[in-house]
């Protein structure tokens, strides 16, 4: 899901945005996809195969963003990003909280103030870099913003400056 919402980024600050946090959480996932794999004791073949979706999914769902930003019209497009964008997010949030944080403190290895030390670190150093990878404040930004505006007689989507 993460590769859809780089593939439908409409700003260059956007994407890059999107991008350095896809790659750190993509670091972060990568240890924790291998060390699963790892436990699991399974064949060479099945890691392979499970490295092989891993490493695709992100590339191939930018493919896709980018094909649907080129096929879809300017309000048909404002809506699929939007659920796309409200898709991926989802997933992120579900991922992160119910399937990687909700078993890691379920169990005792490590003391539970440190690992809430460690995610308390990582929401800061995401938030530090969607505040670096945007230019608030600055008049020449010329990135944009999907809001719901109106348009004469009825509500529509659109992409706005």
């Not at 991008?19 to 670091?27: C, E, G, M, N, P």
């Amino acid at each position: 899901m993460e590769g859809l919402a780089i593939g439908i980024s409409q700003s260059v600050s956007d994407t890059l945005t999107l991008f350095i946090a896809v790659i750190i959480h993509k670091l972060c996932l990568a240890f924790a996809v291998g060390m699963k794999l790892h436990q699991d004791k399974k064949s060479f073949a099945h890691h392979i195969a499970g490295l092989l979706v891993f490493a695709l999914a992100a590339p191939v769902g930018v493919l896709l963003g980018i094909l649907i930003t080129k096929i879809l019209a300017s309000t048909a497009l404002a809506v699929a990003m939007f659920v796309i964008n409200a898709l991926a997010t989802g997933t992120f949030l579900y991922i992160t909280f119910l399937e990687i944080l909700g078993p890691e403190f379920q169990t005792r290895y490590i003391n539970q103030l440190y690992k809430t030390a460690a995610v308390f670190l990582g929401f800061a150093l995401m938030g530090a870099v969607f505040f670096f990878t945007h230019n608030y404040g600055d008049p020449n930004c010329t990135g944009e913003k999907l809001s719901l505006h109106h348009n004469h007689n009825h509500s529509s989507f659109g992409i706005i400056d």
